[in-house]
């Protein structure tokens, strides 16, 4: 899988300067190194081997990181059967929707910039548990809401 690089400049996007800094690859000479696609032209875009390609790599590194701490299990305060209007605030159920969906969102980014088949694999499966998580909060706060509804 690619990486997608967003808001270039016309070099940047066709790979004549590197998508970080900016630098001209004809003209400044830095060793040009293929780091993804433009997501506008969908053309392969490059940056400069030093430094720009190892901060890429740390940028990416850092993101997986932080996922990773994210996704560590944790209690889930204002959840249970003895829901409260609690529920609805952010440290409630409803805000536990919003912090798995915020991960699905970090692990679709993820996964547009990740090939190596053992990090596709770890952000699959936090896809499909934060997923799961979703859609059982979603309907627990759906079912309170009828109920509050009738009463």
Do not use: K, N
């Not at 990486?3 to 270039?8: A, M, P, Q, S, T």
């Not at 003209?27 to 293929?34: D, H, K, T």
């Not at 990773?68 to 305060?77: E, H, Q, T, V």
């Amino acid at each position: 899988m690619e990486r997608y690089f967003w808001h270039l400049t016309d070099r940047q996007a066709v790979g004549l300067a590197c998508v970080l800094c900016g630098a001209d690859f004809r003209r400044e000479g830095p060793e040009a190194v293929p780091v993804g696609r433009s997501a506008e032209r969908d053309g392969e875009v490059s940056a400069c081997r030093t430094p720009c390609v190892e901060q890429i790599a740390a940028e990416a590194q850092e993101m997986a990181d932080t996922m990773r701490a994210a996704a560590a299990p944790s209690p889930a305060p204002g959840w249970g059967a003895d829901s409260s209007p609690s529920a609805y605030s952010v440290d409630g159920a409803f805000g536990e929707l919003l912090r798995d969906l915020h991960m699905l969102t970090g692990a679709e980014a993820m996964l547009t910039t990740s090939d190596e088949p053992e990090t596709v694999r770890w952000l699959l499966a936090l896809s499909a548990r934060h997923s799961e998580a979703a859609m059982t909060r979603a309907r627990l706060l759906l079912a309170q809401m009828a109920r509050e509804g009738e009463g």
